[in-house]
C-alpha cells in the first residue's frame, strides 16, 4: 500500500525539480515518511532535542514550635496577725496548786489592822468573797495544799493560830466535811473536835515541834475566840482558807 504513493511522490518531485522550485519534506512530515527515500536513515536529524534531565529539590522543612507564653499570676494575700492571749490559770494574787479536777487558787485572808484580834466567821465569809471571781472559804485536798498553807501561815507578820474553813455538818451522818463543793474527797478525817456544839469549825495550827501533826480540827465560837478547854481558852481564829477553781477545773 504504501509503494503506489511513494510513487507517485517521486514523480512529482522530479517534475518540481525540473521546473527549478525547491520544495523540501521533512522527516516528521505527516503525509509520509519513506524509509526508502533519497534520505540517509543513519544521519542525525538537524534539530537536536535536549534529553529531559530530572531534578529532585530537596525541601527541609523547618518545623516551628510555637510555645505559649507562661503568665505567672501573683496574688497579694492580706495577712492578718493574730494576737493569742494565753489566759492564766489563776486570778493574780493567788497560788495555783494542783489537784486531781484541775488547778485550784488560793490565797489568805487575814486582818490587816489587827493580826492579835480574832475573826468572826461571817467575816471570814465576806473577806474572801471580797477578792471577786467567785473567791470562797476554800477546803484543803491535798498535802501540797496543807504544807504551803502551813508555811503561808508561819510567814504572816502576826502569829497565825487558828484558820476558818470551808466545813460544814451533815445532820443525818453527825459528820463533819469540806462543804465548798469543789473537793474530790469531802471526807475530814480525822473528824473535828465537837466542844462547841453547832459551832463553825476551824482548824487550830500546833506550832510546837515537839507535838507531832500539824494541829487539828474543833468546833468554836462563831465570833472567833476559840473554845475553852479545861477552863481555859484555846486560842483565837484570826486567818481564812479562801480558794476559786482555776481556768479549766473540772
Known amino acids: 500500500m504504501l509503494l503506489k504513493p511513494c510513487i507517485l511522490l517521486l514523480a512529482w518531485t522530479i517534475v518540481v525539480q525540473s521546473m527549478g522550485v525547491p520544495h523540501y519534506f521533512g522527516r ?3 503525509d509520509c515518511y519513506c524509509p526508502n527515500s533519497n534520505e540517509d536513515p543513519d ?3 538537524t534539530t537536536k532535542v535536549s534529553p529531559t534531565s530530572t531534578t529532585t529539590e530537596q525541601i527541609t522543612t523547618e518545623e516551628t ?17 493574730v494576737v493569742t492571749t494565753t489566759q492564766p490559770i489563776c486570778p493574780s494574787g493567788t497560788v495555783q496548786v494542783l489537784r486531781k479536777r484541775g488547778y485550784w487558787c488560793w490565797r489568805l485572808y487575814a486582818l490587816v489592822t489587827n493580826a492579835y484580834r480574832s475573826m468572826p466567821y461571817d467575816y471570814a465569809v465576806s473577806g474572801c468573797a471580797s477578792g471577786g471571781g467567785g473567791m470562797q472559804l476554800s477546803s484543803i485536798e491535798t498535802q501540797e495544799e496543807w504544807d504551803i498553807f ?14 476558818w474553813l470551808a466545813i460544814g455538818h451533815d445532820n443525818t451522818t453527825n459528820q463533819f466535811y469540806y462543804n465548798d463543793g469543789y473537793v474530790y474527797n469531802t471526807t475530814i478525817d480525822p473528824q473535828p473536835l465537837n466542844v462547841v456544839p453547832g459551832g463553825p469549825v476551824a482548824f487550830f495550827w500546833n506550832w510546837d515541834s515537839n507535838v507531832p501533826g500539824y494541829g487539828h480540827y474543833a468546833t468554836t465560837m462563831e465570833d472567833g475566840h476559840g473554845y475553852v478547854a479545861d477552863g481555859v481558852n484555846q486560842t483565837y481564829v484570826n486567818i481564812a482558807y479562801c480558794g476559786v477553781p482555776g481556768r479549766g477545773y473540772e
Open 28 to 30: 516528521d512530515d505527516d
Open 43 to 45: 544521519d542525525e536529524p
Open 65 to 81: 514550635t510555637t510555645v505559649a507564653p507562661t503568665t505567672v499570676t501573683t496574688t497579694n494575700v492580706p495577712t492578718t496577725t
Open 150 to 163: 502551813r508555811y503561808a501561815s508561819s510567814i504572816e507578820k502576826h502569829p497565825v493560830t487558828a484558820a
